[in-house]
């Protein structure tokens, strides 16, 4: 809850009227809830929940808080769902997710891949928190694709509510791999007919197409990803003849209208195309840009009307709230008002049902990533990462680098130079001096990523170099430096500022971007343009992730599936110590010039 708030937050919820809970929520009195109508219904939305049940920060072993005084967890949001059930009453409301559900958390992270629930028969920690809320439907996020098609099929299969993909389709045919729409069929209080009248409400799931590249590995031969606008207009007219009144779409996918990836693939980000160029939708719920958008309205350049869009931040912190405001015309239901907020989960407490639900399993979670794995000879921060060499990160590129040399052992590639990459995900990861545990690695390496390697020439490294060093904003010589604004340049994320441990190298930010690279060198020589390297990299950017150049198309010459962060935490078990005088040796530098821009 937000610091200035005068209520506690057990106040919100039990002291409150449902109305009144709302209204500290966020929640304003909306312009469809009281526009002039026959009937009022109440579409709520999450998004990108990421595998967060409870109110918990797993990297730092307390509840979860941040500047912005932010709450997160399904729980949360559940509180805001049985209030908004409570005040419009639970006929006239639905509930869907616009996808990334099963994986992000700590505790989603265990039962994915530390005692798999797909081996133990346990119900997944998403599935139990979301049957407990009562969902209508959840669209696929691309995170979904993660572990395997196994694995999300046995996910699905354990989840009440229909998992909706449309655009995902089975390899070398139109056929829908997944649901692609729903009809509910609800009964509606109506203000001028006594008892309850016949609705018919169609969702229509969209994935994103951006598992093609990311999720390649599990993917490619079983599962193509198409156009977002093009499926939508397939399928909305079929759903309106099969008697929806109403049609919403749940979207992973954000609203730019922008791609991370080339122009090979339909668009990512195409949920405000969407709305713009299919007619027949009333109203989008998205995600995947993580972003909180309350209220947004497109129009349709087919019909001239509006089109409700919102999309719920992430990790439970908001709840997309839309109210449509329906006529009964000519036998027909139509839309005359909407509109939407975002309700806040700073405002209430956790849901005891959803508490109860996955309790056993957060417990579980706690405890492994709380286990001590090793001794940390100083302490060790990303803090300053995203623009000078750091000890913590040469940790990653040090594990990657000896893993990949032992495995190449005996094969043609063996007397390669082994070299790695390495982002700062997140400048908050530190390793304390002293005891290390499970939860301090998960917070330096918070993807589950796993570990390949791919053959580079000279050539090809050093236009992967100039393309990472996009990342900062061109400073001319002399001019005065801070850290915090060099980074980030054109919006490019801490994670897409790719660091090379093997080579040195420097970064000239005084340069235009692409002539950056004043200096590579191996073991003091230049390196040439046709010499060649095996570098370490993660799946995510070698299947294409952040379009890099070359790394997509580099022969693989390592793949055993070791996840990153595993391969981490058993170094450091092995090791049981974690010195940076036994790996760290500053390779890269920022000039300007020639002269060093931090000492």
């Known amino acids: 809850m937000a610091a ?75 509180s805001l769902i049985k209030q908004v059930r409570a005040e419009r009453g639970t006929d006239n409301t639905l509930l869907f997710d616009s996808g990334d559900t099963i994986q992000g958390s700590s505790l989603a992270t265990y039962y994915n891949t530390v005692e798999p629930f797909t081996e133990t028969g346990e119900t997944h920690p998403m599935a139990r928190a979301m049957n407990a809320v009562g969902y209508d439907a959840v669209a696929l996020g691309n995170h979904e694709f993660n572990y395997g098609l196994a694995h999300l099929d046995a996910w699905i299969e354990q989840m009440d509510a229909p998992v909706l993909g449309a655009n995902a389709v089975h390899h070398g045919t139109d056929d829908p791999a997944y649901k692609p729409y729903v009809l509910k069929r609800m009964r509606v209080t109506c203000t001028n007919k006594p008892g309850r009248q016949p609705l018919v409400v169609g969702v229509l799931g969209l994935t994103n197409p951006g598992s093609i590249i990311w999720d390649r590995r599990h993917v490619e031969g079983e599962l193509e990803f198409r156009d977002l606008v093009e499926t939508a207009a397939h399928w909305v007219p079929i759903m309106r003849a099969e008697g929806a009144d109403i049609v919403i779409v749940s979207a992973h996918s954000g609203d730019s209208g922008t791609s991370s990836y080339g122009e090979g693939l339909p668009v990512e980000n ?88 996955v309790e056993g399993q957060h417990a579980t979670a706690v405890d492994y990533v709380n286990q001590v794995i090793a001794t940390s000879t100083e302490e060790l921060s990303a803090a300053e990462a995203c623009w000078t060499d750091t000890p913590i990160l040469d940790y990653i590129q040090h594990v990657q680098i000896q893993t990949v040399r032992a495995a190449l052992e005996g094969t043609p590639e063996a007397d390669l130079p082994v070299i790695s990459i390495a982002a700062p995900f997140s400048r908050s990861a530190s390793f304390p001096a ?115 150049p070359h790394i997509a198309d580099a022969p693989v010459v390592y793949n055993r599936q070791v996840e990153v962060r595993q391969a981490l935490i058993d170094h450091a078990t092995a090791t049981g110590t974690i010195d940076p005088a036994d790996f760290h040796t500053p390779n890269w530098r920022l000039v300007r010039e020639g002269e060093p821009v931090f000492g």
Request: hydrophobic share 40%.
């Open 4 to 78: 200035d708030s005068p209520l506690s937050r057990r106040g919100a919820i039990g002291g409150l009227t449902a109305a009144g809970a709302l209204a500290l929520a966020g929640w304003p009195g909306t312009a469809a809830a009281s526009s002039a109508r026959d009937a009022l219904i109440t579409v709520m939305g999450t998004s990108d929940l990421h595998g967060y049940c409870l109110n918990w920060d797993y990297f730092k072993n307390a509840e979860y808080e941040n500047g912005d005084g932010d709450h997160i967890g399904i729980a949360k949001a559940a």
């Open 270 to 357: 195409a949920s405000a195309m969407v709305a713009e160029e299919v007619p027949g939708i009333d109203a989008i719920l998205f995600g995947h840009a993580h972003r909180d958008v309350p209220e947004r309205f497109v129009t349709n350049r087919v019909t001239g009307e509006d089109v409700l869009m919102s999309m719920p931040s992430y990790w439970g912190r908001r709840l997309s709230v839309m109210d449509l405001a329906l006529r009964r015309e000519r036998g027909r239901w139509r839309v005359v008002s909407k509109s939407a907020v975002a309700l806040n989960a700073n405002t209430v407490e956790e849901d005891p049902d959803v508490v109860a639900a």
């Open 434 to 548: 002293g005891d290390v545990s499970i939860r301090d690695m998960a917070g330096l390496y918070v993807f589950d990523n796993t570990l390949l390697a791919s053959e580079l020439t000279g050539a090809q490294v050093r236009a992967y170099l100039e393309f990472s060093a996009r990342y900062f904003e061109r400073v001319a010589p002399g001019a005065a430096v801070d850290p915090e604004q060099i980074t980030n340049a054109g919006g490019t994320p801490d994670y897409n500022f790719d660091q090379i441990a093997g080579l040195e190298y420097e970064i000239d930010i005084s340069r235009p971007a692409g002539q950056r690279i004043t200096s590579l060198t191996l073991d003091g020589a230049e390196v040439a343009d046709g010499q060649r390297f095996v570098m370490a990299v993660n799946n995510y950017r070698q299947s294409g992730g952040g379009g890099f």
